[in-house]
């Protein structure tokens, strides 16, 4: 009666800038043209998810999609966004929609803000789409649409007689253009002819500004990931021993790439730097920088380090702590491009220019560059591997992790001395590349905020809700709970765990008694991603965790924390057990099989139950939770078997999310790597950047580079309880 694979170029091809009104009434005559009759004897004809060829519907459930990392339940949810490719709060909207029509139905009241060529790219991006519901679904959907056989497909419709064809007649008889049936068709034969081949590459339709939360949609599936190369100890950033790492980390950073070299190179007599460009000089520090030690200035803002960008003015009120200072008049004055390093973590690079007059800890030494020295220069090859290796070498103590960096011993080192204006060069040249650097990973760490935001949402239903959508639900009485299935019970973290019990309090444990390579202490900065992360730093002495035995932790405790950032736990494993509970911590040592503990722990990092700790927070300079309001909380508990389903299931679904986390967070690590040997080449005369010109994109400010700082801070001064920050 039909072809089975009737053309739909006058639809899926042509570019949206053609667009006109002339083309709208062609395609009008077109549609007329491109009417179907079928026969639902001989054909495939779906309608409903629930019967056997629904999996073919966009509305089934059962194939979800994966776009730059982004998990999409159904291919109608990702058709319907992007009809909004300028609002990515309305594609975050219909995403986070469970249901197929829901996400449909979401998407109705902006209707009316379609991209402009909707009409026109449709067509496009449901092939696009179906594609990538193939290439994410292989096994399922590729034998779904190899059972249809040679029958035509039909999207059966009461209304719709573009997408599907309407019944009319006797009901044996279905009438429309069925665009969403012949591309199913398309595919089809594509899976016959090219096999596994068909579902690689799947590269995005073109048509302008195609986006997902305001980051272009990338090749999908079937793209084999080159491995970063294994970071060279030797040989320059621009040769080919680099090559792939480069390829791999800058593939959407457009660095711009110096190649060429000095014409002569002299020898320097340091052994960290060989050869140096002709014309350039060794000198000791004391030539190039004066001490700076002005006290008395207890109006200006208090400045701290950071081990990747330098230094820069505190926030005081927004960061991970509010800051109450005393004793600023001791505080050193650092003047606007004056050089501050920390005397004891300079070697790890804590060290950078001031970008405005301020103040740093009594424990920082402060210098001013003489008019020969660029102090962003100087900021950037003091940063070096190299270099910090011969800051060690410089600096005295007793234990090596706290030697200490004096002046004395600062004004003796040697350090390369370009030509003024080939500091500035090199100056501009990284400011301008770090900007490129910076959008890099701010982009991938918006998508690491987008996925872990999506991970939450997975979790905070599952363990709410539970995994059957049909079950009756009661109210739990709890305001950060809502609603649960009837069968749950709820109780109070004090019945699942007795004696809950917070870390020793400052009285019993003070600063003195920390010391390098001891018996941990675990504070909420050491609880990562659901583990143990100790800082041999943060640690004291065996008769000091005898002293404070009663807090010694013990195999499947679950600790929390119960300050800063409230919810973040993790399970005490083997290789912890008899580590100390911090002061910010407390622990938690659950009642055998009161419940279980993945599922605790699920439940006590959900952002439920993270908001209401913070309402009910007490402390004025960060949240704080004691023990009577941890131990007041009420929990959901599932029956234990259904808590091992819903962490199954959790484990399950989030494994796409975790993994396209993990590969953004390598590339983020790849990239600095690549940052840090563009630095070492450029400030020691590796590369020749006299002729580097800024492009029109190299405009630099320091909202760009916010980007580039380590995710904490290195603080001015030391906390009094061996806290990180």
Request: glycine fraction near 6%; charge should be negative; hydrophobic fraction near 40%.
């Given at each position: 009666m039909v072809s089975a694979v009737p053309a739909l170029h006058e639809y899926a091809n042509g570019s949206a800038q053609d667009v006109c009104q002339s083309d709208r009434r062609r395609s009008l005559m077109a549609e007329r043209d491109q009417t179907r009759t079928y026969s639902r004897k001989e054909s495939v004809v779906f309608l409903k998810t629930d019967e056997p060829f629904g999996g073919l519907s966009n509305m089934a459930g059962g194939y979800p999609i994966h776009v730059n990392g982004v998990r999409i339940l159904t291919s109608e949810a990702l058709y319907q966004v992007c009809r909004f490719p300028h609002l990515p709060d309305v594609q975050?909207?219909?995403?986070?929609?469970?249901?197929?029509?829901?996400?449909?139905?979401?998407?109705?009241?902006?209707?009316?803000?379609?991209?402009?060529?909707?009409?026109?790219?449709?067509?496009?991006?449901?092939?696009w789409s179906l594609r990538m519901k193939l290439a994410n679904n292989w096994n399922t959907f590729s034998a779904l649409l190899l059972k249809t056989g040679e029958r035509p497909i039909v999207e059966e419709s009461r209304k719709d007689a573009f997408w599907g064809a309407k019944v009319v007649d006797d009901g044996d008889t279905l009438v429309g253009m069925n665009v969403l049936g012949r591309l199913l068709m398309e595919l089809r034969e594509q899976v016959?002819?090219?096999?596994?081949?068909?579902?690689?590459?799947?590269?995005?339709?073109?048509?302008?500004?195609?986006?997902?939360?305001?980051?272009?949609?990338?090749?999908?599936?079937?793209?084999?990931?080159?491995?970063?190369?294994?970071?060279?100890?030797?040989?320059?950033?621009?040769?080919?021993?680099?090559?792939v790492a480069v390829e791999v980390a800058v593939a959407r950073a457009p660095v711009a790439q110096a190649k060429t070299v000095y014409e002569a190179y002299r020898a320097s007599g340091l052994p960290w730097v060989p050869d140096i460009p002709e014309g350039w000089q060794v000198l000791r520090n004391g030539r190039l920088f004066g001490h700076r030690v002005e006290t008395g200035y207890p109006d200006l803002p208090i400045l701290e380090v950071s081990l990747r960008t330098g230094v820069r003015v505190r926030d005081m009120e927004n960061g991970k702590r509010k800051q109450v200072m005393s004793q600023k008049e001791n505080y050193k004055r650092a003047v606007k491009g004056d050089i501050a390093y920390n005397m004891m973590r300079m070697w790890q690079g804590?060290?950078?220019?001031?970008?405005?007059?301020?103040?740093?800890?009594?424990?920082?030494?402060?210098?001013?560059?003489?008019?020969?020295?660029?102090?962003?220069?100087?900021?950037?090859?003091?940063?070096?591997?190299?270099?910090?290796?011969?800051?060690?070498?410089?600096?005295?103590?007793?234990?090596?992790?706290?030697?200490?960096?004096?002046?004395?011993?600062?004004?003796?080192?040697?350090?390369?001395?370009?030509?003024?204006?080939?500091?500035?060069?090199?100056?501009?040249?990284?400011?301008?590349?770090?900007?490129?650097?910076?959008?890099?990973?701010?982009?991938?760490?918006?998508?690491?905020?987008?996925?872990?935001?999506?991970?939450?949402?997975?979790?905070?239903h599952a363990i709410t809700r539970g995994l059957d959508a049909a079950v009756a639900l009661k109210p739990s009485g709890i305001e950060w709970l809502g609603e649960v299935p009837e069968h749950w019970e709820?109780?109070?973290?004090?019945?699942?765990?007795?004696?809950?019990?917070?870390?020793p309090f400052g009285s019993q444990l003070h600063a003195s008694d920390y010391i390098d390579g001891g018996i941990p202490v675990i504070n909420p900065s050491h609880l990562r991603a659901g583990a143990i992360i100790a800082d041999d730093r943060c640690s004291v002495d065996a008769a000091t965790a005898?002293?404070?035995?009663?807090?010694?932790?013990?195999?499947?405790?679950?600790?929390?924390?119960?300050?800063?950032?409230?919810?973040?736990?993790?399970?005490?494993?083997?290789?912890?057990?008899?580590?100390?509970?911090?002061?910010?911590?407390?622990?938690?040592?659950?009642?055998?099989?009161?419940?279980?503990?993945?599922f605790l722990m699920l439940v006590l990092s959900s952002p439920g139950l993270r908001a209401h700790l913070r309402l009910y927070s007490v402390g004025s300079t960060m949240d704080n939770a004691n023990t009577a309001i941890v131990?007041?909380?009420?929990?959901?508990?599932?029956?234990?078997?259904?808590?091992?389903?819903?962490?199954?299931?959790?484990?399950?679904?989030?494994?796409?999310?975790?993994?396209?986390?993990?590969?953004?967070?390598?590339?983020?690590?790849?990239?600095?790597?690549?940052?840090?040997?563009?630095?070492?080449?450029?400030?020691?005369?590796?590369?020749?950047?006299?002729?580097?010109?800024?492009?029109?994109?190299?405009?630099?400010?320091?909202?760009?580079?916010?980007?580039?700082?380590?995710?904490?801070?290195?603080?001015?001064?030391?906390?009094?309880?061996?806290?990180?920050?």
């Open positions: 975050k909207l219909i995403i986070g929609q469970v249901s197929p029509m829901t996400a449909k139905m979401r998407s109705k009241p902006y209707r009316k803000d379609s991209r402009p060529d909707w009409d026109q790219v449709r067509v496009r991006i449901m092939r016959k002819q090219q096999g596994r081949n068909a579902a690689l590459d799947v590269a995005p339709p073109d048509i302008p500004q195609f986006l997902l939360f305001g980051r272009p949609i990338e090749v999908a599936v079937g793209v084999p990931t080159p491995q970063p190369a294994e970071a060279q100890e030797q040989g320059s950033l621009f040769g080919a021993d680099t090559a804590a060290v950078g220019p001031a970008p405005v007059d301020g103040l740093v800890s009594p424990a920082y030494v402060v210098v001013k560059p003489f008019a020969e020295a660029n102090s962003a220069y100087y900021s950037y090859l003091f940063r070096t591997q190299a270099y910090m290796r011969e800051v060690n070498k410089f600096s005295r103590g007793i234990v090596a992790d706290r030697n200490r960096l004096y002046w004395e011993s600062f004004k003796q080192m040697p350090s390369l001395v370009p030509p003024r204006p080939e500091q500035d060069q090199i100056v501009a040249y990284l400011h301008a590349q770090d900007a490129h650097i910076a959008r890099f990973i701010k982009a991938k760490r918006d998508l690491i905020g987008l996925l872990a935001e999506q991970r939450l949402c997975i979790i905070d709820t109780v109070r973290l004090r019945q699942l765990s007795p004696s809950l019990q917070t870390g005898a002293r404070l035995s009663r807090h010694r932790l013990a195999e499947n405790d679950v600790i929390f924390a119960r300050r800063g950032e409230l919810g973040r736990c993790a399970l005490v494993t083997t290789k912890e057990v008899g580590w100390l509970c911090g002061t910010g911590s407390l622990r938690m040592r659950l009642r055998p099989d009161a419940i279980s503990t993945d131990g007041n909380i009420r929990v959901p508990m599932p029956p234990g078997a259904e808590q091992q389903a819903i962490c199954r299931w959790i484990a399950d679904e989030c494994q796409p999310l975790d993994e396209a986390i993990a590969r953004a967070e390598d590339e983020i690590k790849l990239i600095r790597e690549y940052r840090d040997r563009l630095i070492a080449d450029a400030v020691t005369g590796q590369v020749d950047l006299r002729g580097w010109q800024p492009g029109p994109d190299e405009a630099v400010s320091d909202d760009d580079l916010a980007a580039l700082g380590d995710d904490e801070a290195e603080p001015a001064e030391e906390d009094a309880d061996g806290e990180e920050n």
